[in-house]
């Protein structure tokens, strides 16, 4: 999950690669989720002057470039290249940024609905066997593999 960090903290540099060093403020560093939500929340944020370490951004994988490729067809986007586990990262990120509009839910599940009957149609069709859609299966996230 990409992060701003919003104040300078000393000994995080290693989150950037620069071990020994601290993190400065500004910088913006891609952290797993749980760590990035830990620094930009309460847990930490109260220690000191009640703001948090980082804020956090929006993942690219759910950038509007993304969101406008899945409005287009989306069939052709590869899930899986932009997050193994696409629709929990988008289901979370609604949650973190609740300023979001309506726009990314009905994307994402249009997106989820478009590419379930593909799913479908692949496993029932046999043309699955003659090797055609496997670049498509190869795109699908956690989600759409189980």
Same mark, same amino acid.
């Given at each position: 999950m990409p992060c701003t960090?919003?104040?300078s903290v000393p000994g995080l540099g290693y989150l950037d690669g620069n071990s020994g060093t601290d993190? +400065?403020?500004?910088? %913006? =560093?891609? $952290?797993?989720l749980w760590l990035g939500e830990r620094l930009a929340g309460a847990f930490f944020g109260s220690q000191l002057s009640g703001s948090s370490f980082a804020t $956090?951004?929006?993942p690219n !994988?759910?950038?509007? %470039? =993304? *969101?406008? !490729? *899945? +409005? !287009?067809?989306?069939? #052709? =986007?590869? *899930?899986?290249? *932009?997050? #193994?586990h696409f629709y929990s990262l988008g289901?979370?990120?609604l949650e973190l940024f609740e300023d979001e509009d309506e726009e990314m839910v009905g994307v994402l599940s249009e997106t989820f609905k478009k590419r379930a009957a593909e799913i479908a149609d692949q496993a029932h069709n046999p043309r699955g066997a003659l090797g055609e859609g496997q670049e498509f299966m190869r795109g699908l996230d956690e989600t759409e593999r189980q």
């Open positions: 960090f919003e104040q993190m +400065k403020k500004g910088t %913006r =560093v891609d $952290l797993p $956090l951004d929006m !994988a759910l950038s509007q %470039r =993304v *969101l406008n !490729a *899945l +409005k !287009a067809d989306p069939k #052709t =986007v590869d *899930l899986r290249s *932009l997050a #193994t289901s979370r990120s």
